[in-house]
């Protein structure tokens, strides 16, 4: 996610904001920017690219203001260019403000300000607000914070937000709207950031604002608001972490912060997709009734845990839409001479959006006619200038080399993918979409009961530190999630575990199973239940260890589980966005138990870029 920081007091602001904006560099961001107020007037410097950049541009540059905001952005509307990097300004060049979160009514109010006659030059949701101010302002003139509670209430979405004023250099104004934003008043100064990491060099004792909290920071004190305005108490925290810790949110490890993180993930992948009927808009992948009629066929590519979502999404997308779905490992599609032609849509899937294997497979299928879907986390990447239209799966950057979080974005942008297809080609009535959005709805809540679950996982993967083997097996969307937890365990335990298909063990792979081998097994699938309630048994029968991730309140899974992980109930093809997660679990903790660091797993790398 971005990060944001803010400096008003008598030192100068600038040497205050690069320091905060590199203790938040952790986070991953693609542009950096500053904006300090002097003189009446705000100067400005953006670049696209690491903080040194920013750095090098701004030598010599002179900035002696005591006043000033900076912004590390990782994009989400808008490629990472020099002009789409915060700070961004009102049309006076007065006005600064940076943005963490996505404004989702953007596109509207944009409209309505150009035709007001406001001239916006980026491509950012972010932008609109610096002139949305503006007008506020005007009309008295008055107070930024009096303006800023008059333009939050035309916002929707999720905004930390913090603005200045050239004409108003004694206050910088925050707000905090399901994306956080902390306080801190030392010795006469006022700082603001979006995280900890950025106020600790500073001071220990900050404010972390409320959600829908304005405030007013000034040298030396902050004022707190609610959205109407009323004033509201602030509550200060000593922090006792090191800047380390205060990095990962108080987690060991990135890999289990990102694990957490995922309710938050799986709300921001639907984010402004689905409007109150429960209808899907997809705006990204606005082709004409004409061209998605005219799909006959669809090829899912992708590598490693992008594999198996699209593994999960093959299922989605066959049942909802009947459309034929082929799937391709990457580095073996373009080998094996595939068909296809324009009427064929190919999907391809990438994190990081840079997979080498996976850019070769979309540019082949381009080559042949095929239209291109990229599903992937990161604006402006590879993936995204190959592809016809590009679904971000928007959870923020994913520091561990282990996809777990963007996994769950992966599998919610591919089933709403799956969803608007079969809406829009008249495969699905609207109210059996709008069913299962509603179920969708529900899985942020539904991540955190399985979250919940942390320290059975933890006590179950401390059994798992000295085997060799583990077996994970599942069937349909299951298969995915099997595969997916013995990819997590050996990429950070090193310890040799295969996904298998269920049905496939009795045709060589239970002649490995003996007494005390680990066998995870993945049954909340309602229509092959009793199918693996009978591989189940067959494994325990051998000797086997059960490790069962089932449906809450199963007695019959209880009874043949060493262990039991039980899983709230969802729709089946959503059931691998809620199984996955004590897999993840289950893989950290063992890691951990080895003694292993498990966000920098050995030989791997979170891009692949070489075939
Ligand atoms: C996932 O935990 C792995 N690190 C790896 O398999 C990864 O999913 C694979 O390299 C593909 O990456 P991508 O999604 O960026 O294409």
Redesign the pocket.
Known sequence: MCGIVGYVGSDKALPILIEGMRQLEYRGYDSAGVAVAEGGSLTVVRRAGELTKLEQALDGNGMEGTLGIGHTRWATHGPPTDGNAHPHRDCTGNIAVVHNGIIENHEALRAALQAEGHELSSETDTEVVAHLLEGAVAQRPRPLLDAVIEVIAMLEGAFGLVCIHAEQPDSIIAVRKDSPIIVGVPDGSGIVASGIPALLPHTRDVIPLDNRQVAEIKAGSVSLFDFDGEPAEPRVVHVEWDISAAEKGGYEDFMLKEIFEQPEAVRNAMRGRVDLSGRILLDEVSWDADVLNDITKIVVV??????HSGMAAKHAIEHYTRIPVELDLASEFRYRDPVLDDRSLVIG???????AD?LAAVRFAKDMGAKVVAVTNVVGSSITRDADAVLFTHCGPEIG???TK?FLGQLVALNLFALYLAQERGAMAEEKVAETIAAMHELPAQIEEVLALHDDIQRAAKSLSDVSDVLFIGRGVGMAVAMEGA??LK?ISYIHAEGYAAGELKHGAIALIEEGVPVVAVMTGPSLYEKMMANVQEVRARGADTILIAPRGDERAKALATELFEIPLTKPLLTPILDTIPLQLLAYYAAKERGLSPDKPRN?A???TVE
């Open positions: 992708a590598c490693g845990t992008s594999y899937i990438a994190q990081s959006g840079e997979t996976t080399v282990a996809a963007t990819l997590k990429e791997l979170k891009s692949v």
